[in-house]
């Protein structure tokens, strides 16, 4: 069936390191893609999203290209903060599907 | 303005108790849901409401009931908790019904123990 699997965590950084989170999917069609960050304490936020093959989604200095051909949607930031720490989730949604489906997370930890 | 809020922020009861958990949104969005995630941060979706219809009934005990007394409203029911209900429960809201049409807005969570 229909998944995304990212990459397990916990990760932990320093300040203005280069991070990457691996996403890939398995559905069938164009699903819709979506990164959320979960910041301690709180509820889900939405950070990107990407809705076809090639597009790009960027906020806050991280981004994730949606890429048809690896069936992928990494999620990139050039140079994070301790305010960076959090938790990533990906998710997609198949076309008029009224559900939308997360991956397990991944911790990420930002040391100063 | 919160846009989404829900209480209680934390909820801790005995086992085999009635509890809720309310939601509302203030976004005008047609299209509400509850969430549970489990103390390894898994994310799974119970129930989604749209214009007050019933819309996503996952594989949940009967247990939990919702609500939805108008469209801003999402309320969540649980009868005769048990410890495994013990989670963080998130509701959300989205304007559209097709999840892949847009962002999902989520409250900040309730936190439930069941003791």
């Known amino acids: 069936g229909d998944s995304v699997t990212q990459m397990e965590g916990p990760v932990t950084l320093s300040e203005e390191a280069f991070l990457t989170i691996n996403c890939t999917y398995t559905a069938t069609g164009y699903p819709s893609l979506f990164w959320y960050v979960q910041y301690p304490g709180e509820g889900l936020q939405l950070l990107l999203k990407a809705t076809k093959a090639d597009d790009k989604g960027s906020n806050k200095g991280f981004e994730a290209t949606y890429r048809k051909e690896t069936t992928s949607f990494h999620l990139e930031k050039g140079s994070v903060q301790v305010s960076d720490s959090a938790v990533y989730f990906c998710?997609?949604?198949?076309?008029?599907?009224?559900?939308?489906?997360f991956g397990a997370g991944t911790t990420v930890t930002v040391r100063a | 303005d919160t846009a989404v809020s829900q209480t209680p922020k934390y909820l801790v009861t005995q086992m085999g108790n009635d509890k809720s958990i309310k939601c509302e949104q203030n976004?005008?969005?047609?299209?509400m849901y509850w969430y549970k995630q489990d103390s390894k941060k898994f994310l799974k979706i119970m129930f989604s409401y749209n214009n007050k219809e019933l819309i996503i009934n996952e594989t949940v005990p009967n247990r939990f009931s919702p609500k939805s007394p108008d469209k801003a409203h999402l309320n969540l029911h649980i009868n005769s908790l048990e410890l495994g209900d013990s989670a963080v429960y998130f509701c959300?809201?989205?304007?559209?019904?097709?999840?892949?049409?847009?962002?999902?807005?989520f409250g900040p969570g309730t936190r439930l123990t069941v003791t």
């Open positions: 998710a997609y949604s198949r076309s008029n599907d009224y559900k939308l489906s």
């Open positions: 976004l005008g969005h047609d299209t």
């Open positions: 959300a809201s989205s304007q559209s019904v097709h999840a892949g049409s847009g962002g999902q807005y």
